[in-house]
């Protein structure tokens, strides 16, 4: 017999099927036993009068006819004839799966992360996770972009980055990449011009707070033709459009079970552009204090400020000083062409127009105390004729965070890597 | 003016336009130049009386008029006015854009990669790679699978394999993962049943062959409620059935240039699957050879002996001896529900049921010489209730190189890394 998955039920009414899953929780109300089980597609509940003596997570496969039933999940049940055990569990679960894993602390959901993934709204979590990075493709596909895969072992810090991880290459040191920024510039200036990537990138920094993990997943583009970052705002904005959008149709699901909404792909229009030293003093005037940077603390005030003042709490902050960002930042000044972009209280993005012309690369290898001798290959990039360019970053993890509002950056990572933690 | 990509130029004849793009060519027919200008959508011609003094690779921004001109690429030109010089390129260009890379060495390419990307042959491949990722995407979404981003940092060897590269993990011993076997299993047993990842895969061996690469993308699948390798394998010919028939439509001039073609979709269905045991036969009968194993020349002559009596260069090999595959694989007797899949000679999938009884795997953990202990909280994953199950790993720059018929599996990877190479 052909398995019916559990959302498929309800469409079944009055029929003999076969049902395959996880026993999910089972409740024996004096006779009578209601099992939940739980597939990819959902829960369905199995009724029976007889004994069931499995452990919960234990795997079935069984037959029975399905009857309408309003207070069953899905609106429809399974009255049980008959079932196979394909994999009994263990009794003694390290961690409760069919509760709210708000019952658990991050260390134990962690600890035994191969149990809490089974936890249906942890699982929540991962699906969103993957509508992300289908959105992502798809809409950068629309614009003519071309999705690269590039090496994240490389032969040297090529941003001129610190706190990389060092390994060894048959012999040689080598480092995990910090980011993709190299190897975007190269295809754009092949002639690409529009490309992105979704991949890992490395951090060694020691850091223990909510918002930061070793590895990551990046979602990287990069675009020729551009004279500003003002282009790539643009860019993102409807992009971020495009994922509510799509989040909203494909995942309302798993946004309702964390009690989650995504702002309207309308209003991402309203999203407003503020310069650094604006943001400052928008902080200044909510708070009474001075910031020397955009922290934290003014990620989360400059987004409520957005909130209210223009209805969607997303901000794009640009022209940052010059020595808070890379040496291959295009320089305006004082200032430089780049921005962040400011999403739920956090710092999602990072980007900016790149210097292109090989004469200001020299310039500003120079006064970041660089020379073209370490950056390798990298040099001749700008040697051999770049068009104005530009790009930014998007952390996968971190968007995921904030669309469902996360306390911790890890609870959206499958398998987090920080200072302590190197497996499972 | 907006900008008129070269493919655009067709429709637009008689319009005043401005192309922008890469000189690839320059020739001087006493008195008329033609430039022939690259961009991402294509080349297309301009024509002057004047001066055109730049190097190739220099990037500029051109004016004029579109006319048509069956001689020109694309059957337009620009008859130019003006134009302005985004990035001058150096004249000492160390290897040449717009010859056939054919008549340069794999050395020289990749020594130069910066450059030879610019090569609008060797873009192609990456043009069909990035055809594959996306269809490999496409097709298992279309399936009910769920897209996941394990960590490639791990504590340990978990699949017992030797040969990984390790790494300082804030002062303790770390490795990149090999694959995300012990992962996709997790997720498969988590509930989510059905579950891809594009992500890289390291090897530390000291391989120096056309086929090996020390970090590459492996496209996995791992799916739940299977009972032997055969769903896997009808899995794979669908897929890709639907790879050919994209790659096709999305990428005809790409395989043009390399006068590539793919087998048809529906040929696919025509793939046979023979066991480890008729694989050693067939060759015995057509070398006259004996052969302890599918070996590289085995590969060529089985997919000789498919093409010749199937009518598609594609075969599986199931049924592999134990002894030949990993602890996990699910046992058959002396053999295990196991299979590769080789195409145009090469083995581009490993795959097969995964054992799923904890009983099952203590057995063979034992007859493997392994323990609980080192594998950590993998074992978790049977202790607790886990289904049937099975998966396979495609090799992207493998399919890729076997789809052009490149000599060298490193011309289909963008930053290849190799015994000697880490850079750039």
């Not at 959302?7 to 026993?23: D, H, K, M, S, Y």
Request: glycine share 8%; net charge negative; aromatic share 10%.
């Amino acid at each position: 017999m052909d398995r019916t998955l559990a959302q498929e039920a309800i469409g079944r009414i009055g029929e003999a099927v076969e049902v395959a899953g996880w026993v999910h929780r089972v409740r024996n109300l004096g006779g009578v036993v209601f099992v939940i089980l739980r597939d990819r597609s959902g829960m369905i509940q199995l009724v029976t009068d007889g004994e069931f003596p499995l452990p919960v997570e234990s795997v079935i496969q069984a037959r029975g006819t399905i009857a309408a039933n309003d207070k069953a999940p899905g609106g429809a049940e399974v009255r049980l004839e008959s079932y196979d055990v394909l994999a009994e569990a263990a009794p003694d679960l390290p961690v409760p799966v069919n509760q709210d894993p708000a019952s658990l602390g991050l260390d134990a959901i962690l600890d035994h992360r191969m149990i809490s993934l089974r936890n249906p709204k942890i699982q929540s979590i991962f699906r969103i996770q993957a509508t992300c990075v289908k959105a992502f493709g798809e809409f950068f596909r629309s614009q003519g972009f071309t999705e690269i895969k590039s090496s994240k072992i490389i032969g040297g810090g090529s941003e001129g980055g610190t706190n990389l991880f060092s390994m060894d290459y048959f012999g040689q040191t080598a480092y995990l990449a910090q980011s993709p920024q190299l190897y975007k510039q190269t295809m754009v200036a092949s002639g690409l011009e529009r490309v992105f990537e979704i991949g890992h990138a490395y951090r060694a920094e020691k850091h223990e707070t909510p918002r930061h993990i070793n590895e990551y997943v990046s979602l990287d583009i990069e675009m020729g033709f551009i004279e500003s970052e003002k282009p790539l705002m643009e860019m993102e904005r409807r992009f971020m459009a495009y994922l509510f959008e799509t989040v909203a149709q494909e995942n309302a699901q798993d946004l309702d079970v964390w009690g989650a909404t995504v702002p309207s792909p309308e209003s991402c229009e309203n999203a407003p552009i503020i310069s650094h030293d604006e943001a400052k003093a928008i902080f200044k005037a909510e708070t009474g204090k001075r910031a020397l940077d955009v922290n934290p603390e003014a990620e989360r005030v400059l987004c409520d400020w957005a909130e209210r003042e223009h209805g969607i709490p997303m901000v794009f902050v640009n022209a940052f000083p010059r020595r808070k960002r890379p040496f291959y930042t295009y320089p305006d000044g004082q200032k430089t062409m780049s921005f962040d972009l400011l999403f739920r209280g956090l710092e999602i993005t990072t980007g900016g127009r790149r210097i292109n012309e090989y004469s200001m690369f020299q310039d500003a290898l120079a006064k970041f105390g660089m020379t073209e001798q370490e950056l390798g290959a990298y040099v001749d990039i700008f040697k051999y004729g770049c068009p104005p360019h530009g790009g930014f970053a998007i952390g996968l993890e971190r968007i995921t965070q904030k669309i469902l509002g996360l306390a911790n950056i890890k609870e959206a990572t499958l398998f987090p890597r920080d200072r302590k933690r190197v497996s499972p």
